[in-house]
């Protein structure tokens, strides 16, 4: 294989497939990026069998071929060389690139070797979002899905699609986030079934595909197990999690005895502040409700001291204090943005719901620690 690109595309390329290689693998050669000719382009892809990337590289392409090189010190060669042109070389198992001034060799692995998933030309259900939509949308509920592996499914966004609108949710145990959004265009009125994919890696995917185009394709290759993402360049697969996902509506409250208005920036720069107490104590932030008053956001360490923050808001309702999980509050406002929040609740240990004024299509819920 021989080809010729420019040192700027080359790179933007490696560091793309770079988030699925596997560094740490019993594979080694999952460490590797596969370097291909594909229809007068160079094809980048890597793996570590969760997930997969590939993209292209425009260049000239004057021979067919393939291998794949180590990704670590290819990405640093590559990032080392000078603008300008790069051409490549391929010879049995031997990489040779080379720029104006600079060459080297590289040791790599023969292509066949290289562990794909096979058919992904066409999925049995697609649908297409705007890229920075879907981003947005995965940013507000990813960090409710579960960090313990030992229920595989929680650590996953639940994705429901009907008509025209896709729902997406995450759930631990102790929180829930859902979001709606609508989708631009597809093929069949609804998914064939609802599928569950790993949080982190989806929002890492919807982050390439909003750099890559301006829209993401969502494909649903049930044979494979698999989900496909496209967008611009780019195009990425992940597994889909096995196991029944919670019916989670059921915990969704129907009513509030409770009701509250209040500032968004105004009740976060409280929890903030709380945080650098509560961080040191269990994580728990206590917010007492005062219809008359407003809303007094506390944070206690015994050996290091307390605080108290006023919020100004607009109650309905009881009387009550409430103890949160500091960082899941803090989890929830840094990733949503709005004007004004208004929270609902039942009473001090049951859920409390968390909803964006301006907005009808996200809810938050976080179980309030006992007393």
Known sequence: MKFTVLQAELLKGINVVSKA????????????????????????????????????????????????????????????????????????????????????????????????????????????????????ALSEVYFAAAMDESRPVLTGVYMHKKAKELTLAAVDGFRLSERILKTEKSEKSELPKDIVLPARTLLELARLAQNAGDTVNIAVLETENLAILESGDMLATTRILEGDFPDYKKIIPSGSKTAIEVSFEEFFNAVRIANVFAKDASNVVKIVIK??????????????????????????????????????????????????????????????????KERNDYLHIIMPRRP
């Open 291 to 356: 219809p008359k008053e407003g809303l007094f956001v506390l944070g206690e360490a015994l050996e290091i001291g307390r605080d108290k923050t006023f919020v100004p808001a607009k109650i309905t309702g009881e009387e009550m204090e409430i103890l949160f999980d500091g960082k899941f509050l803090n989890d929830f406002l840094s990733n949503v943005k709005c004007e004004n929040l208004l929270i609902e609740t039942e009473g001090a240990v049951n859920p409390a719901v968390f909803k964006l």
């Open 21 to 136: 290689v596997s560094f740490r693998g019993s594979l080694p050669i999952l460490g590797n990026i596969l370097l291909q000719s594909d229809s007068g382009r160079l094809k980048l892809c890597a793996t570590d069998l969760d997930k997969s990337i590939t993209t292209w590289v425009s260049g000239k392409m004057d021979k067919e071929g393939a291998i794949t090189v180590p990704a670590r010190i290819l990405a640093e060669f590559v990032s080392n060389l000078p603008p300008g042109q790069v051409a490549g070389v391929v010879e049995n198992t031997e990489l040779t690139l080379s720029s104006q001034k600079a060459s080297a060799v590289f040791n790599g692995a023969d292509a066949e070797e290289f562990p794909l998933p096979q058919n992904l030309s066409k999925g049995d259900f697609s649908f297409t979002l705007k890229s920075k939509d879907f981003l947005v």
